[in-house]
């Protein structure tokens, strides 16, 4: 019995709860006190985040509300939410390297038409003709 009520304690949810209980009665509780105290309140704990933006728009009669969390996952994901995960990454990752050799292209074409270097002569993409007149002036 021991065992299980040292699982019950090490529990996310159970320490938060123990740590907003005065000292002297958070050992009066038993495991399976513990439990139901986890099951009747464990579904609305949310915890604390690293970003936690609440907002609320009025439009005519209508209130709207806006939630955005973010922070540390701590549940185990099923395989579903992995697959959706990595897939999210992999996309990330791509759309980072696109654009970092996009701006990357960029640059060197901007620093070779600083120095008038023609690779095609007659040729040019007016970029820099753009970056000197909104940029440089």
Known sequence: ??????????????????????SD???????????????AFGGRAWGVHAV?????????????????????NRRELSRREREIA???MVLSLAIFLVFSAL???LML???KSAFGINLFP???LGIWGWFQESILR
């Open 25 to 39: 009665s958070r050992g009066s509780f038993s495991a399976d006190q513990l439990l139901a105290l986890k099951v």
């Open 122 to 124: 007659g040729f040019s």
């Open 103 to 105: 701006l990357g292209l």
């Open 86 to 88: 990595r897939v999210a």
């Open 1 to 22: 019995m021991s065992s299980v009520s040292d699982d019950v304690r090490d529990d996310f949810f159970v320490k938060n709860l123990l740590e907003k209980l005065p």
């Open 52 to 72: 936690d933006l609440r907002w609320t728009l009025k439009i005519w009669r209508w209130h709207y509300y806006f939630v955005v969390l973010a922070g540390r």
């Open 109 to 111: 074409y901007l620093v």
